[in-house]
């Protein structure tokens, strides 16, 4: 039975107001200076405003206040701000931090599912405290926001400067990451008027070594994590706490904000660095509910052999394309940047029909930027992608994520079906796992993780002379890089995975005869010792590239 076709957002009537049609810019770390024509290697990138209000229906439901309650509580420039962005009514976590923080000013941390409209629920409060007289000397941050990607940092500059367009002051947003000259944009920003910063962890961490950025954060207001549970899990709480020993210490008083969607338990130990004991916790999700949006259908397709992968994704797509033709906007998630560049070479030979999108690490920050503002604008396609959208990236009218393979946790499964179903739309997600990363579902069943409803798996055999036909003509490069990036990923998860590393490398090769490949592609020596596979049969050792 092929899936049901799919209501999009219709129900809930009406359209936003509207929307500046014309590009924006952000600046990163620049004072005002108009848009570049074009992006030069290492200038500052720039992203497009979302699409005009007419592809997007408002995210409230009914019984929601509208802003304009806020007459008095926010200043008249930021309500006519938001009425522009055609944020009519706050959703359900703005409605909550507005009437249950003590006051705009106190430290919070707030869970919120994905696409609810988080990012105005904190840039709001803090702006507002900013303009009522909380506003540092000129030329000092008031409030720092850290994020974990830069396609996020972005597009939550973004929303700030939509949210202070219409200000009688004009109120600077600067970013600040990596892969952008560090020196110029660092000149802009000492040299301006940067009142709202907003950042990645490692290029704030690198920037805080000089004194003169050090000095402009010294009368800090409110400092935000988004992304809260990711920016203070391993990967990224030693430079967080590096940057924290860099700010004026929390006693100073600036207020502590942590977002998210996902807040795991853990969290609660780790979120004291930059909120003070006694914090308002909210959340809109019922404890007992799991934090993905209640209208994401999600199902999964378990394979009985890894060679499966590529038919069962080239067959997921299409008969999601079949049931949902008009349609049919796809974010697909790899595990890796060289497995998602291959998954992208290997899609845009086999399914011509679609336009399709590559974003991921290995790529150079002018084409993530260009990417990315190209998928936003995209009325339709196929967006193969790495974590670095895996989280706050608000691609409009997403209709599908396909996740193929193991996420690294239940919290990553969620931030990535959340790129669907935002501001209030439908969407649906699929999750393609093989025999021994099948664990993911059981080991996870607060995740409504249904199986697919129809047996893919039995039809695959129609789908692989699709697959055969196309690997040919795949770049051997990227396969050897796609298949190296597949051991090193999965020997990470080797116990979940109950596999031992002959049957790992074992799976690898398997993936490699998959793509086409006539023996398993070679690795470098130092490559498999690093991985810990030195000795392991199986493993050709060598140079491919
Ligand atoms: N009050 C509102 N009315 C209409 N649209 C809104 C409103 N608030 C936010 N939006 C829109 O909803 C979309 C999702 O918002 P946002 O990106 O802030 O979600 P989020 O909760 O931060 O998601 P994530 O958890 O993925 O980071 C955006 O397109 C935003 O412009």
Known sequence: MPPPPRRRGGARGGRGGKRPGSPYTVRNMSDGRPPRATQEQGQEPQIHATPAAHSKPPLVVEGQKPYSDMKGILHPGLLE??????????????????????????????QAKTGTGKTAAFLLPAIQNLLSGNRPPRGGVAILVICPTRELALQIAKECQDITARLPQKLECHTAFGGTQRASSLKRFVTGNPSILVATPGRLDDILGEKEVRERLQGLKTLVLDEADRMLDAGFAPAIHKILKRLPPKSDGWQGMCFSATLPERVNDVVKCVLFPGYTSLSTIDPNEAPTVARVPQFFVSLTSIKQTFSALLAVLQKEHESNPDDFKVVVFGTTANGVGMLYDLCKVALPQFRTFELHSRMSQNARTRTTNEF?????????????????????????????????DAEQYVHRVGRTARAGRDGRAVIILFSNESFFIHTNPSLPIKPYPTDIVAELPKYQPLVEKSFPRVDEVAKAKAYQAFLGYNKTYLKKLRLQPKELVQVANDYAYAMGCPEPPMIDKKVVGKMGLKGVPGIRIGSTY
């Open 81 to 110: 701000g938001v009425d522009a962005m055609g944020f009519k009514f706050m959703s359900p976590v703005q409605e909550k931090v507005f009437s249950e923080l003590p006051s705009l000013s106190s430290d919070c941390l707030v």
């Open 376 to 408: 936003k604008e995209a009325p339709s396609g196929i967006l193969i992608a790495s974590d670095v959208v895996g989280r706050g990236m608000d691609f409009p009218n997403v209709s599908l994520v396909i996740q193929l393979g193991l996420p690294s």
